[in-house]
């Protein structure tokens, strides 16, 4: 069959219908979230024709890492962090569609697939990753997003707010002054767009592989002002406003006026992406593409809207508002209106999408085919989900409780696997031998953490002291994992598992 995957970057999975059932959000899981809801028609329109997951998580954290999992079926964290593709990958698009830079005619005689990338996402040309594109028979990059260096004028006179001036986000205001004159042109809108243009040209081919990763609700957030006043009538009107929220406790640094500020425009991208996701779904039920199509919606991780009193990712353990994402799969004939419990993880989305393209899977994959799940709600995944950042915390769940292990204080042993260096998160690295690179890094300064999510979902209560019994299960059930994933065994020393 057909696959048309979605990845939005940065979704929260309480800002999805098919999680929240439409209820304000301070009234799903955390007090400490605003009292609006944020209405998604078109997310639970595809929620009705698909199969909702309850116990999805994310692998490798953030961006990168995240999409490696995807496009190998394999965890990059526990080897390196953020980087390119590497050749011995066997990555998802040269599985689906074989060698590149050959004839269509030649890759579907040989029995390779059609495969097309949509993308507004800098960080797959980006320094340190940069060939994410290279296996597709097709791509399409939309240029604009964030730090994404394309216009160069003009110096002055376009609309910047102050806090933006000395960051990235320099370039993305400047370059949203030449390409913004109505809704459609923002991001998220030419991704659904160009999709939807694709489908009308290329739906005729068999098992084709549509691929889009669109860069909303990541910041920087800056959604039409209609749209933004349904969460925050102050919206723009807010001092010292700027298009990221910081990486850090908020109290002290941001108002809370800025805040709120904050929550509310990425609320509203939320809304834009829902918005427009609906005119690919639209253009689905046009071509009558429901028939033959599985289509997957899901994210890379959450970020922190407020929860443990923060704002942003990339600072703490991946508690459950980073962790935990939404995974939407709609099947032409499978599960249609169901929920599933299994744990399932991004690493999982390689061997789905072969198999429902006819493609052989790899051996040594990570992930797990999916479509079993789809036709039985008892189906069998895995036993425990991990997550993590390369060189920080590691965190293990069966659903109902999470550990988030800290590594010893020298956070040692650790070495970065392949021969590229880091180049977009820093790591101190040292020379490459024999396949690998000694590695340098503090952890999160946080302690390891323990949370019965059945009672505490947004886990703000550490249970490490007062349960030790739960606390050691989950610290074997680590170690365990890890040596079942053929996991570098200098982790188990570094997260202090011996």
Not at 59 to 66: I, T
Not at 88 to 111: E, H, W, Y
Not at 225 to 230: A, F, G, P, Y
Not at 373 to 389: E, F, H, K, M
Request: some cysteine; aromatic content about 12%; overall charge negative.
């Amino acid at each position: 069959m057909n696959v048309i995957f979605i990845l939005c970057d940065t979704l929260r999975r309480d800002h999805c219908g098919a999680y929240s059932g439409g209820k304000p959000l301070n009234q799903c899981w955390s007090a400490e979230a605003p009292p609006w809801s944020v209405p998604t028609p078109n997310m639970d329109r595809l929620a009705r024709r698909g199969t909702v997951f309850d116990n999805c998580y994310c692998g490798s954290s953030p961006c990168m890492p995240a999409r490696r999992d995807i496009c190998t079926g394999r965890y990059e964290f526990l080897e390196r962090g953020w980087g390119p593709l590497d050749e011995q990958d066997l990555d998802l698009p040269r599985q689906v569609s074989g060698p590149p830079n050959q004839s269509i005619q030649k890759t579907l005689a040989d029995g390779y697939k059609v495969s097309y990338l949509i993308t507004d996402h800098f960080h797959l040309w980006e320094q340190g990753s940069g060939n994410y594109h290279m296996g597709y028979t097709g791509f399409e990059f939309i240029r604009g997003a964030e730090s994404d260096a394309w216009y160069t004028h003009p110096r002055d006179g376009f609309p910047l707010p102050e806090r933006d001036r000395w960051n990235k986000q320099e370039r993305h205001w400047r370059n949203v002054f030449h390409i913004r004159k109505s809704e459609a042109d923002w991001f998220a809108a030419q991704v659904f767009q160009k999709a939807s243009d694709w489908l009308d040209h290329n739906h005729d081919y068999e098992d084709f592989y549509l691929h889009l990763d669109c860069f909303d609700p990541h910041e920087p957030w800056d959604p039409p002002l209609e749209l933004t006043q349904q969460f925050d009538p102050a919206a723009y009107e807010v001092e010292g406003w700027g298009a990221s929220a910081p990486y850090q406790e908020w109290r002290g640094v941001l108002t809370e006026e800025q805040l709120k500020s904050y929550r509310a425009r990425y609320a509203a991208k939320v809304v834009l992406v829902d918005r427009w996701l609906g005119m690919l779904l639209d253009t689905m039920d046009r071509l009558d593409l429901w028939k033959n199509t599985l289509v997957i919606f899901t994210t890379d991780h959450g970020t922190y809207n407020g929860d443990h009193g923060r704002t942003g990712k990339m600072q703490t353990h991946l508690y459950d508002a980073v962790s935990h994402i939404p995974l939407i799969i709609a099947h032409p004939e499978l599960g249609h209106g169901e929920r599933r419990q299994q744990l399932v993880q991004l690493v999982d989305v390689y061997p789905t999408i072969l198999a429902a393209t006819g493609r052989p899977i790899p051996e040594n994959r990570h992930g797990i085919n999916l479509l079993p799940v789809l036709a039985d709600p008892a189906a069998r995944t895995r036993d425990y989900a991990v997550s993590g950042v390369f060189g920080k915390s590691v965190t293990i769940t069966d659903g109902e409780w999470v550990l988030h292990q800290s590594p010893v204080p020298e956070n040692q042993p650790l070495y970065w696997y392949g021969y590229h260096l880091a180049k977009f998160l820093k790591y101190d690295l040292g020379p490459y031998v024999d396949g690998r690179r000694a590695a340098s890094t503090p952890s999160w300064p946080a302690p390891t953490w323990l949370s019965d999510k059945r009672s505490d979902v947004n886990e703000l209560v550490n249970l490490a002291d007062r349960r030790p019994d739960k606390l050691r299960e989950l610290q074997n059930a680590l170690g365990e994992t890890l040596r079942k994933l053929n996991a570098p065994s200098e982790q188990l020393d570094r997260l202090g598992l011996r």
